[in-house]
T-cell receptor, first 109, second 113 residues
Framework: KNEVEQSPQNLTAQEGEFITINCSYS?????LHWLQQHPGGGIVSLFM???GKKKHGRLIATINIQEKHSSLHITASHPRDSAVYIC???????????FGAGTRLTVKP | NAGVTQTPKFRILKIGQSMTLQCTQD?????MYWYRQDPGMGLKLIYY???????DKGEVPNGYNVSRSTTEDFPLRLELAAPSQTSVYFC????????????FGPGTRLTVT
């Protein structure tokens, strides 16, 4: 079993829909990252979380440390949000990282 | 600032050949990382460095070597390339460790045949 599991693997939405991507992990962590990988392959960091909730524009990320679970929400989705979203955790007391396999999001106009 | 740059963008190697993937950042970041991304799989950490002269292994270090002689540069060396090393390689940097976002380079697509 992977240490970081994401769901769903693939997600297709209509423009304007509310999107939720989930990430569960089974290891002790010091931080959790959400990344966006564009269709061309480039990777951008969206959020770094160690507790609570963060918001940036239409994106919201939450983490529940006790339940070892994080969610990424996209409000009012747009075709330009189409990308692969990756959850990554930094292992506790260590600089090693573990990554989920990614969620491929397609937003149709 | 150019951010994180990687060269080359693409490379085809024959089995047994060696090569160095270059990574440079101009943000004065202390931490640098090398990842590989296999088709349909998640990223995996190969090596990381917390500062000049200090490197450490990640999840999948076998078949690779790194050095960090300057803050800016973090080259990844492949010795005796194998088909299993066919992948896309990403370099990244961050100011410090856990609580700072990482900035990624554009990637190097390597094929070993």
């Amino acid at each position: 079993k992977n240490e970081v599991e994401q769901s769903p693997q693939n997600l297709t939405a209509q423009e304007g829909e509310f999107i939720t991507i989930n990430c569960s992990y089974s290891v002790g962590i010091s931080a959790l990252h959400w990344l966006q990988q564009h269709p061309g392959g480039g990777i951008v960091s969206l959020f770094m979380l160690s507790s609570g909730k963060k918001k940036h524009g239409r994106l919201i990320a939450t983490i529940n440390i006790q339940e070892k679970h994080s969610s990424l929400h996209i409000t009012a989705s747009h075709p330009r949000d189409s990308a692969v979203y990756i959850c990554a955790v930094r292992l506790y007391n260590n600089n090693d990282m573990r990554f989920g396999a990614g969620t491929r999001l397609t937003v149709k106009p | 600032n150019a951010g994180v740059t990687q060269t080359p963008k693409f490379r085809i190697l024959k089995i047994g050949q060696s090569m160095t993937l270059q990574c440079t950042q101009d943000m004065n970041h202390n931490y640098m990382y090398w990842y590989r991304q296999d088709p349909g799989m998640g990223l995996k950490l190969i090596y990381y460095s917390v500062g000049a002269g200090i490197t450490d292994k990640g999840e999948v270090p076998n078949g690779y070597n790194v050095s960090r002689s300057t803050t800016e540069d973090f080259p990844l060396r492949l010795e005796l390339a194998a088909p299993s090393q066919t992948s896309v390689y990403f370099c990244a940097s961050s100011v410090q460790g856990s609580y700072y976002e990482q900035y990624f380079g554009p990637g190097t697509r390597l094929t070993v045949t």
